[in-house]
Nanobody, 124 residues
Framework: QVQLVESGGGLVQAGDSLRLSCAAS????????MGWFRQAPGKEREFVAG????????SYVDSVKGRFTISRDNAKNTLYLQMNSLKPEDTAVYYC?????????????????WGQGTQVTVSS
């Protein structure tokens, strides 16, 4: 079992930055592909970014490319999402997820473990 706990969310203004963290426990996640998803009110949960455990290859949804950066510190069992130039449309609950596969997946069904989420609110 893997437990995931997100932190770092908050209320910011458009153009500001935030760094989300996801601390893993229960099992080392060095051999798990990790991802960030988000869910805005009334919308489905969507993929934001992912990072594989082999080679650390990354993938992003088009709307965050160039603004968000996903990274991982396997020694600390922690996943990060650096979010710059935030926009009001980035407002959502952000979730981290883990899957015991070597490649990034884009759908929620392909992830095995989930955190409880952290709220990010961007005001205009």
């Amino acid at each position: 079992q893997v437990q995931l706990v997100e932190s770092g969310g908050g209320l910011v203004q458009a153009g500001d930055s935030l760094r989300l963290s996801c601390a893993a426990s229960g099992r080392t996640v060095s051999r798990y592909t990790m991802g960030w998803f988000r869910q805005a009110p009334g919308k489905e949960r969507e993929f934001v970014a992912g990072i594989s455990w082999i080679g650390g290859s990354t993938s992003y949804v088009d709307s965050v490319k160039g603004r968000f950066t996903i990274s991982r510190d396997n020694a600390k069992n922690t996943l990060y999402l650096q979010m710059n130039s935030l926009k009001p449309e980035d407002t959502a609950v952000y979730y981290c997820a883990a899957r015991a596969r070597s490649t990034v997946a884009l759908t929620t069904q392909e992830y095995d473990y989930w955190g409880q989420g952290t709220q990010v609110t961007v005001s205009s």
